[in-house]
């Protein structure tokens, strides 16, 4: 007991004298520097129209984490939105309708999934970071995406054909399921646990687990 007490005094000190980390959460206008990738909502921010209205960012300054709500679709349309981001459907730029993606733009299936994903319930928390001043952002290095199902715009989950492009000045290449596109090293890591509610057997790959069984994760 002495022992836990004299590590608790220490830590304190140390905070006092030398202060605690100075946090930072904000958004970088260079889109390969982010934080909270691939959570729902715009990085880590809070406030109307840029979190996530269903489940808002939890910030935390004592240890600099942020902890956010991952749904399949917010892993999807971070990725689409990184390879597009001037083009793509709710990637920054205004003038698109956030209830309903464009069937036939870029980005807009995934942000379909991402939004009904949420506004259901088929997600889990994540804590990201820590995001210290000065400090690392999220590793937006591409790799293989794993394979899943989009959303049409009045949310229904089925097998489609899509225009989609990997990166800026690709032309549009179609795919029946989002697949055969990069996913980044930072969002490969959000697996969602055990118990974790699906609709698709499709979308398995996002289990930790990667077996899907009676509408959720194993």
């Keep these: 007991m002495r022992k836990i007490v004299i590590v608790v005094f220490l830590l304190s000190f140390a905070v006092v004298a030398y202060g605690a980390p100075e946090c930072d959460f904000s958004s970088s206008s260079d889109v390969n520097v982010q934080k909270c990738f691939g959570g729902s909502g715009n990085q880590c921010e809070e406030g109307f129209g840029r979190a996530d209205a269903f489940h808002p960012v939890k910030l935390n300054k004592s240890d600099c984490t942020a902890t956010a709500y991952v749904t399949i679709g917010s892993i999807m349309h971070d990725n689409c939105c990184l390879n597009n981001p001037k083009e793509g459907y709710m990637c920054g730029k205004s003038g ?64 489609m054909w899509v225009q989609h492009k990997d990166k800026p000045g690709d032309k549009f290449w179609k795919h029946a399921i989002w697949s055969n596109v990069k996913e980044t090293v930072a969002s490969r890591k959000l697996k969602a646990p055990k118990g974790t509610k699906f609709q698709e057997k499709e979308d398995e790959a996002f289990c930790a687990s990667g077996k899907w069984a009676n509408g959720a994760c194993q």
């Design 96 to 159: 698109d309708n956030i209830l309903s993606g464009n069937d036939q733009q870029i980005c807009g299936f995934e942000w379909n999934k991402a939004f009904y994903d949420s506004r259901d319930g088929r997600g889990w928390e994540v804590t990201m970071g820590p995001y210290i001043k000065g400090g690392k952002t999220d590793d937006l290095t591409r790799k293989p995406a794993r394979e899943g199902r989009i959303y049409d715009k009045n949310g229904n989950n089925r097998r």
